[in-house]
């Protein structure tokens, strides 16, 4: 079956401006995370989704970042006046309860 | 605070030599340990982790809970093998957030 997908693959956006960034995790997976990639390090966590709730969202920098996952599924999350720093790869992933966590391709976000 | 140590930030060897990889972690508490792998215009993907001692593609790593070490080791290389290596650190009990290392980057010369 299909994978973990994200959407845009590439975001270019200028400073002060809002982005959405898309995940669809693999179907059936009760759990998602977003993570953060900055160039030259590993993955930072951002937060976590067991089903439509945030069970923790401790990694989330600041009231900038928002994430949603209203039905379950597919989730979405938010950036609001983005700046520079935000620039990285924004990571996806999804995983049964209690079980490995499978991740996405990944959104280049580049804030100029 | 939950902290990964990855001290060598890249790797080379030859093929068919032995290879470590090197993987310290800080936690109070019962850790999960896990390695990634991230080959050439890939996504991250899960190689083994500590609770399944497992041998996935000939490599192996063994949690010291006393030496707060995860050490991933191969004792015969390959080529394949070229990759970006992530050692993180679970909190145990379920789906939960990991926290990654910087990562060692492998290359496994001819």
């Known amino acids: 079956g299909a994978g973990v997908s994200q959407t845009p693959s590439n975001k270019v956006t200028e400073k002060g401006k809002y982005v959405e960034l898309r995940c669809d995790p693999i179907?059936?997976?009760?759990?998602l995370y977003w993570y953060r990639q900055s160039l030259g390090q590993g993955p930072e966590f951002l937060i976590y989704f067991q089903g439509t709730g945030a069970a923790d969202d401790s990694g989330l920098p600041n009231d900038r970042f928002f994430a949603v996952r209203p039905e379950g599924s597919v989730s979405t999350l938010k950036i609001q006046r983005t700046e520079r720093g935000d620039s990285a790869v924004y990571l996806c992933?999804?995983?049964?309860?209690?079980?490995?966590?499978?991740f996405g391709p990944g959104t280049r976000l580049t804030v100029l | 605070a939950q902290r990964v140590t990855q001290p060598e930030k890249l790797l080379s060897v030859f093929k068919g030599a032995p290879v470590e990889l090197k993987c310290n972690y800080s936690?109070?508490?019962?850790?999960?340990l896990f390695w990634y792998v991230q080959y050439s215009r890939q996504r991250l993907q899960l190689l083994l982790r500590?609770?399944s001692r497992e041998s996935i593609k000939g490599f192996t790593a063994d949690l010291n809970k006393g030496e707060t070490s995860f050490h991933l080791k191969k004792p015969f290389a390959q080529e394949e093998d070229s990759a970006m290596y992530y050692c993180a650190l679970g909190q145990g009990g379920g789906s939960e957030k990991l926290v990654f290392g910087k990562g060692t980057k492998l290359t496994v010369n001819p």
């Open positions: 992933a999804s995983s049964l309860e209690g079980g490995e966590q499978f």
């Open positions: 500590h609770i």
């Open positions: 936690y109070s508490g019962s850790p999960e």
């Open positions: 179907s059936g997976h009760t759990a």
